[in-house]
């Protein structure tokens, strides 16, 4: 097995072995910046190649990088002193020390050369000289600035050696090596954090792994790893790495990474006048320091997470010192980074700041998902009439942190959540109703305490007062927002249908009004079954958003969520893709506070694509996930998604774990709700038999919300993959009144089972696989070869079984094979599908089945979904009976 440090660096590790075994002059200089991996690299090849070399080891030094040989005097102590500058003796000397290492096994000599950059020139002249004598094979490592020393340069010129550029790794090897390094999977939202914010650097991402784990931020349930809270710098692993790398630098060097490092970006003509031009350069050729944006820019530390470490180091009055220094050399911040860095700095040195200025910094931080600084800032306002936006924003911060109540009780102080805040509308009162929902509070509840506190602020006003009518207006939009909530669609479009012939557009909060019901139309024609214009409500909407977001709360992530869901009920998974990737746009902590809903709509697009085991992969760690964080209220739906994809695949254990938690989970919109009672049913008869299919049958025609178009047609899908042949027909009928290319493709499907011909079959199959839905383009192809077989049509036959298998090898996935569909018996196991099925009878797991056959997972996957279909099977569990039949 490869060590854990070496992880995706097998091409270089096999391409330098090769070369330093091969017969005549031989060396590999390993280039890479600080933390890639290079010394880690060059220690795996000296340990490989110990018992047929002997290993003489130099390192390089800044301190002795002045001093002629001065790395080689652990091999110069027998050299008279008169001797000590005379190349040749140096040479005959250090050679004698190889001597007598080697003894009488006539091994080769392999010479071991860390920082080869910080070398003395007359010491790489003699390594240079050894190699290109053949008397010695070399692997130096070197940072790509300054480089290389020319002696070593040379090697590679003359074809003497071979040049190694280590990059960072790409994120599937990041997530191998964290994996590898916590002994179990890891979320892959989580995956995407840690390879964010290492940028692919494994001793950073290293660093993280262990300091995160340590605090408590990166947390270990059942089996899966993901973070409960933001990545810091503040761990004693990174902080050890930053005290080395501070150890390294002069006086004026590490004088000017404390500047950086409090008050970055700092303009580059302020560095240098601070601590000298050649210092700043020196720490650009070392990669500790960057510039923001190409030369001449303000200048900033290489990573945030070295920032914040080396900001733990500076004392808080050396921190007030520095920042004295530097008060004449303040303007305006010119970036968001800018401001927030200078609020936090002089919040932390208990220096005085503005009020406005700490409200915009709080109202950026919470933008960005930086709550504690939000919180901070927000929390220093004085001002009593910035006070309600300053409550505004603690409390979306505490609503991003799963502090609900905490948000509810900020936004009823003088009835705040009303927005009757002369400074600007902030869509508070969507994050006040959300929060009282996430608390439990009924829906009625809710509109009957807006109404309340509505009455309360317009008390003795005039009618005709402006800020009557915007509280009214308010109230008006949490009523509607209740009315989804419950599930109250009919009610919902005659009252939006007023609410939009009430909008002026001259009055302040008028773009927040049209958000809402952009955002609003955009739910109620999901619902309807209208996704195609579902979709377009959702584009007007974020369109709109992002050019007035920085005068909002809270709209955001409102109007997000359900365009994602409209892109998912119209087949467009790349808008849907496209929009959840919008809240990690600007923050990694998106991921870490949204991880678990963005999975587990990401894992309903896999489910409507037939990609059952991904589906899987996605779901149920989201669901641990979503346990802790949950702004939009997702959690039982993913319960119930990945509940129904361990039944569907055979699952049985994890399935009942899953129905357990979705039935703990408290409850969201009437529209997520009803499609998590649908996952429900649908699980629950794949793991005995009439436990849910009557209930799905039944839903439309006592519940209303079921009965809509939206909601009915997920019902029908999940009854047709059961093999309900009653529901054809209605899902025909229900699909064709629809728009998207989800309903369109099971349109064709359902027309093509009810006429029963091989050719409807292949134009279903046709029509799903350009959706992008190649599960039920399989089945359709399945069917349609099991039609023309009937026909008498064999070449037909073999052309739809063949469409069927590049469908089925474009899952990656579970088998889809209808279940009513006769096992084709004439067509025997291969030895290889024979052995591989023992295995998995056996109990090994795909991935074992891989690494004991020396084998890909994929392959595994491969054979074991042409086995179920020649064993005429649906799931794993089934393969025992199978085979002994």
């Excluded at 079959?761 to 192809?781: E, K, R, S």
Aim: hydrophobic share 45%.
């Amino acid at each position: 097995m490869r060590a854990e440090h070496l992880v995706g660096r097998d091409a270089e590790l096999d391409l330098a072995m090769e070369i330093l075994r091969q017969e005549g002059a031989g060396a590999v200089l390993v280039v890479a910046d600080a933390g890639i991996g290079k010394t880690a690299l060059t220690a795996e090849i000296a340990a490989r190649l110990a018992d047929e070399m002997v290993v003489m080891r130099v390192h390089g030094s800044p301190a002795l990088s002045s001093v002629p040989y001065g790395v080689l005097a652990p091999y110069l102590l027998d050299l008279p002193v008169e001797q000590a500058t005379s190349p040749v003796a140096i040479l005959r000397e250090f050679w004698a020390q190889f001597e007598k290492k080697r003894g009488a096994n006539g091994a080769r000599l392999l010479l071991v050369v860390d920082d080869a950059h910080e070398l003395d020139e007359g010491s790489t002249q003699i390594l240079a000289e050894l190699v290109t004598a053949g008397w010695a094979r070399l692997v130096a490592t070197s940072r790509p600035r300054p480089g290389l020393p020319p002696a070593l340069l040379q090697l590679w010129y003359d074809g003497l050696a071979e040049r190694l550029e280590l990059h960072p790794l790409d994120k599937d090897t990041a997530t191998e090596l964290a994996e590898k390094t916590l002994g179990g999977s890891v979320m892959a939202s989580t995956a995407d954090v840690l390879h964010s914010v290492s940028e692919g650097n494994p001793l950073l991402l290293r660093c993280l792994l262990e300091d995160s784990r340590a605090g408590g931020n990166l947390v270990r349930r059942n089996g899966v790893w993901f973070l409960a809270g933001a990545l810091s710098g503040k761990g004693e692993g990174l902080a050890e790495v930053v005290r080395n790398k501070v150890l390294r630098t002069t006086d004026a060097e590490r004088e000017a990474l404390y500047v950086l490092a409090l008050a970055e970006p700092v303009p580059a003509a302020v560095l240098d006048t601070l601590v000298g031009r050649d210092t700043v350069r020196s720490l650009l050729d070392s990669r500790l320091v960057q510039s923001t944006n190409g030369p001449g820019s303000p200048l900033k530390m290489w990573h945030p997470m070295y920032s914040e470490a080396l900001r733990q180091l500076v004392s808080p009055a050396r921190s007030l010192q520095i920042r004295q220094r530097m008060v004449q050399h303040f303007a305006e911040p010119a970036t968001a980074e800018g401001l927030l860095r200078m609020v936090s700095w002089a919040l932390d040195c208990g220096a005085d700041v503005d009020d406005e200025q700490l409200l915009r910094a709080a109202f950026l931080a919470v933008k960005l998902l930086h709550n504690p600084l939000a919180l901070a800032a927000a929390g220093k306002v004085r001002s009593q009439a910035l006070q309600p936006r300053a409550r505004a924003v603690m409390a979306m911060a505490h609503y991003n942190d799963g502090s609900y109540r905490a948000a509810v009780t900020l936004l009823e102080e003088d009835a705040g959540f009303l927005d009757a805040d002369p400074s600007g509308p902030l869509g508070a009162g969507l994050l006040w109703a959300a929060s009282r929902s996430a608390v439990g509070d009924k829906s009625a509840d809710i509109v009957a305490y807006a109404q309340s506190a509505a009455a309360g602020l317009i008390g003795g006003l005039a009618k005709e007062d402006p800020v009557v009518k915007h509280i009214r207006r308010h109230a008006v939009a949490l009523e509607l927002a209740a009315l989804a909530q419950d599930g109250k669609y009919v009610e919902l479009r005659t009252g939006l249908e007023m609410f939009a012939k009430e909008l002026d557009p001259d009055a302040s909060d008028f773009i927040m009004n049209q958000l809402f019901l952009l955002a609003m139309q955009c739910e109620l024609l999901t619902v309807e079954g209208q996704a195609s214009d579902a979709l377009e409500a959702g584009r007007e909407a974020l369109v709109l958003l992002d050019e007035h977001n920085d005068d909002l709360l809270y709209f955001s992530d409102f109007i997000l969520v359900r365009y994602a869901l409209a892109a998912l009920e119209a087949g467009e998974w790349a808008a849907g893709e496209t929009a959840l990737n919008r809240y990690a746009a600007s923050s990694a902590m998106g991921l870490i506070t949204f991880g678990g809903d963005i999975q587990a709509l990401k894992g309903m697009a896999l489910l409507r694509q037939g990609r059952l085991e991904q589906a899987g992969d996605l779901l149920t760690p989201a669901v641990e996930a979503l346990r802790l964080k949950d702004p939009q209220r997702l959690r039982r739906l993913g319960a119930a998604m990945a509940f129904y994809a361990a039944a569907r695949t055979g699952n049985k254990e994890l399935a009942h774990r899953l129905l357990a938690e979705q039935e703990a989970a408290a409850p969201g919109g009437a529209y997520v709700e009803a499609l998590a009672e649908l996952f429900t049913l649908a699980g629950r008869e794949h793991l005995g038999r009439g436990t849910g299919l009557e209930k799905l049958r039944g839903l439309p025609e006592s519940v209303h919300l079921h009965q809509m178009p939206g909601v009915l047609l997920q019902n029908l899908v999940l009854r047709a993959e059961l093999g309900d042949v009653q529901a054809m027909g209605s899902l025909e009928e229900t699909a064709s009144s629809m728009g998207g290319s989800w309903a369109a493709g099971w349109e064709s499907l359902a027309s093509a089972q009810l006429a029963g011909a091989g050719e409807g079959f292949v134009t279903a199959g046709n029509t799903l696989a350009a959706a992008g839905m190649p599960g039920p383009a399989a089945v359709a192809f399945d069917k349609a070869a099991v039609a023309f077989d009937a026909e008498g049509k064999r070449p037909e036959a073999r052309q739809a079984a063949v469409l069927r298998d590049v469908s089925e090898a474009s899952l990656g996935d579970a088998l889809v094979h209808d279940p009513h569909t006769e096992a084709d018996r004439s067509v025997p196991l291969t030895r290889r599908e024979q052995d591989i099925v023992a295995l998995a009878v056996s109990g090994l797991t795909d991935r074992q089945i891989a690494e004991k056959l020396m084998v890909s997972v994929r392959t595994v996957e491969g054979h074991l979904y042409r086995s179920y279909a020649k064993l005429g099977i649906r799931r794993r569990e089934d393969l025992g009976a199978a085979v002994r039949n």
